[in-house]
């Protein structure tokens, strides 16, 4: 039975196209498993109680944050560790991201989390801080980014922005929200738009 069994093996290893069809199937069975029973589990497809949508600024200001990097060295995603609950607070639920159109829990940490970080500083403070680290943190490597607090939003694609996310992504934006988008970010900087996002992040779970 041990000798079948190593010939059914020699034969599989030896035939690179069996071996992939096999390969293949493994995978994609696993994955079914895995993943199906997720899309009918009300906590990974629902809100989370608490959530609302992004402002007209502050989506503004995500996509200011995608623009400038900030997604690749700071992640959001608090792990279910006590080491990271008791640093940032309430680990990460799937109810928090439903309306995150792309995702940005991110795999790196050169700064800080930033799941948990609304409400924790003032405006001032991300006013100094996006401008000039080491005004606040002295050993901080990040990078300053003054032409924020120079750069004026014009609020042209604003409206359609808060349209594709109602219409295709399912976020619950009013007509009325949506028809004043432009106004809304109307003088605003880009360093206004970024604070209010950054304010914005993790108060589902607070």
Not at 2 to 19: A, D, K, P, T
């Amino acid at each position: 039975m041990s000798s079948n069994s190593n010939n059914r093996h020699e034969i599989i290893e030896r035939n690179v196209g069996l071996l992939a069809i096999f390969i293949v199937f493994a995978i994609s069975w696993g994955a079914l498993v895995e993943i199906t029973p997720l899309i009918f589990q009300k906590q990974t497809t629902e809100p989370v109680e608490n959530l609302k949508p992004y402002t007209a600024l502050q989506l503004e200001g995500r996509d200011i944050y995608i623009r400038e990097g900030c997604n690749v060295c700071h992640s959001q995603m608090v792990r279910p560790f006590r080491s990271e609950t008791e640093r940032y607070g309430h680990y990460s639920v799937a109810g928090e991201s439903v309306w995150e159109h792309p995702f940005l829990w991110g795999s790196k940490r050169t700064g800080p989390d930033l799941a948990r970080v609304g409400g924790r500083y003032s405006d001032e403070w991300h006013r100094v801080h996006l401008t000039n680290p080491r005004e606040l943190v002295p050993e901080s490597n990040m990078p300053g980014f003054p032409w924020l607090a120079e750069n004026v939003l014009d609020g042209k694609y604003t409206q359609q922005k808060l349209e594709l996310f109602r219409d295709k992504f399912g976020v619950p934006y009013t007509d009325e929200q949506i028809a004043n988008a432009a106004k809304d970010v109307e003088g605003k900087t880009e360093m206004d738009a970024i604070i209010a996002y950054l304010q914005s992040i993790g108060h589902a779970m607070k």
